[in-house]
Nanobody
Framework: QVQLVESGGGLVQAGGSLRLSCAAS????????VGWFRQAPGKEREFVSA????????YFADSVRGRFTISRDNAKNTVYLHMNSLKPEDTAVYYC?????????????????WGQGTQVTVSS
């Protein structure tokens, strides 16, 4: 298994940017595809973005495509979510998750390890 810790959340105004980081330890990071999910109060957890274990494939939810980017630095055991042009509807707790698979899944059930989450709040 791998342990994940998210950081970089905060309060920003609409149109602003944040970079979230997901730092991993405990296993070879390059073995894991990594996804980002978010959950707002009273809502179910939803897919945001994911990246394959070699970084060659990246996937985005329709709601964030064109605004968010994802990258990974396996030498640093870290995945980043770059969030631009933030909207109030992006407000949620953001989680990163890892899965031992060669592709990136959009499904919560496919991920075995989860971080603790980091709060992102976007004001109008």
């Amino acid at each position: 298994q791998v342990q994940l810790v998210e950081s970089g959340g905060g309060l920003v105004q609409a149109g602003g940017s944040l970079r979230l980081s997901c730092a991993a330890s405990g296993r070879t990071f390059s073995d894991y595809a990594v996804g980002w999910f978010r959950q707002a109060p009273g809502k179910e957890r939803e897919f945001v973005s994911a990246i394959t274990r070699n970084g060659q494939g990246a996937y985005f939810a329709d709601s964030v495509r064109g605004r968010f980017t994802i990258s990974r630095d396996n030498a640093k055991n870290t995945v980043y979510l770059h969030m631009n042009s933030l909207k109030p509807e992006d407000t949620a707790v953001y989680y990163c998750a890892a899965a031992i698979r060669p592709f990136a899944s959009v499904y919560v059930r496919d991920y075995s390890q989860w971080g603790q989450g980091t709060q992102v709040t976007v004001s109008s």
